[in-house]
């Protein structure tokens, strides 16, 4: 098993900035990508950022140019900063996981508890 331990999220205002954290922790033996979703309630979970364990990174268009996603594999720690943060990026944001087993088999998804991000005046 695996756990996902996220912190980071609160109130900010309109423009401000915050970084999201998540830092997995169990029984790793590989951890293939890592990524952020956010989901609003009755509604289906939705793209924010994700990055590849070689780096490679895939952003939804509305965070494009204000977000940025990154990893520390050593630490098994996925991050988001998060920049000119509008109202509408208000919403409770999941860390995500793909976790490989042995010889890349057994692939399986994680997600974290969901830190709440409210961008209010």
């Known amino acids: 098993q695996v756990q996902l331990v996220e912190s980071g999220g609160g109130l900010v205002h309109p423009g401000g900035s915050l970084r999201l954290s998540c830092a997995a922790s169990?029984?790793?033996?590989?951890?293939?990508?890592m990524g952020w979703y956010t989901q609003a309630p009755g509604k289906q979970r939705e793209l924010v950022a994700t990055i590849t364990r070689g780096g490679y990174t895939n952003y939804a268009d509305s965070v494009k140019g204000r977000f940025t996603i990154s990893r520390d594999n050593a630490k098994n720690t996925v991050y988001l900063q998060m920049n000119s943060l509008r109202p509408e990026d208000t919403a409770v944001y999941y860390c995500y996981l793909q976790h490989a087993g042995p010889l890349g088999a057994n692939l399986k998804d994680y997600w974290g508890q969901g830190t709440q991000v409210t961008v209010s005046s």
């Open positions: 169990g029984s790793i033996v590989r951890i293939n990508d």
